[in-house]
């Protein structure tokens, strides 16, 4: 089986938010394109790994592939995840998550800090990281989001997989699960993030001199 690049997948979302909130029958490779930031040759192949979706000349038909992409990315399946840290960040994605975004539903958020346990979150209640293997069978948790420090992040990932969960944002500025193969971990470090988009603002800068 050809494997399909991790990019393309990341790509699919763009793809299935602008096609839910289109107004129009059908689209075109060049105008999902340019109002999602890519090339209509790349929308073609990101679509082409999956299937013969749309019409030569004609382009796709909104409402079948918008129920294609949402089968593909599974979320026809609804996926559960958990927050793993209450803290500003975590409590902040719970409750971004909570406005409508319910193709992923956040069914637990956890802390170690006795202080924040118990804490009413939205319509979650903080719970004990120590019931974090019995949370993830009990809701059958898929993703976790980690928002813990960084010296948290490692074991409380090797206990989630090993508890059976098989997706991982990462948001500690460490890597985790490194002997899980099998977990997929997404890393997002907004530190670098930062500093790298400096190099942009640099470049603008020497170009407008």
């Known amino acids: 089986m050809q494997r399909i690049p991790d990019a393309a997948i990341r790509r699919l979302p763009a ?15 060049v ?3 340019q109002a999602t930031g890519y090339s209509s040759e790349q929308v073609r192949k990101d679509l082409a790994y999956f299937g013969a979706f749309g019409t030569r000349g004609v382009g796709y038909d909104v409402l079948a ?40 539903q956040i069914m637990a958020l956890l802390d170690s800090n006795p202080e924040i346990i ?3 979150v939205g319509s979650l209640r903080v719970e004990s990281v120590e019931r974090l293997e ?15 420090p960084k010296e948290a992040a490692v074991p409380v990932a090797d206990r989630l997989a090993e508890c059976g ?28 993030e930062l500093q790298a ?13």
């Open 65 to 104: 592939l918008r129920e294609e992409i949402y089968r593909i990315l599974r979320l026809d399946r609804g996926v559960r995840a958990m927050v793993v840290g209450a803290g500003h960040l975590g409590t902040a994605l719970v409750r971004y998550v909570a406005q409508g975004h319910q193709d992923v």
């Open 31 to 33: 105008i999902l394109g």
């Open 165 to 192: 969960v098989r997706a991982i944002l990462n948001f500690a500025p460490v890597a985790v699960c490194t002997r899980y193969p099998e977990v997929f971990v997404q890393p997002i470090d907004l530190t670098l």
């Open 134 to 148: 019995d949370i993830v069978r009990e809701l059958g948790i898929g993703i976790a989001v980690l928002a813990v």
């Open 15 to 29: 793809y299935l938010r602008w096609l839910t909130e289109c107004q129009e029958e059908r689209v075109t490779s």
């Open 118 to 120: 118990g804490v009413q």
């Open 197 to 209: 988009l400096s190099y942009f603002v640099g470049q603008r800068e020497r170009h407008s001199l």
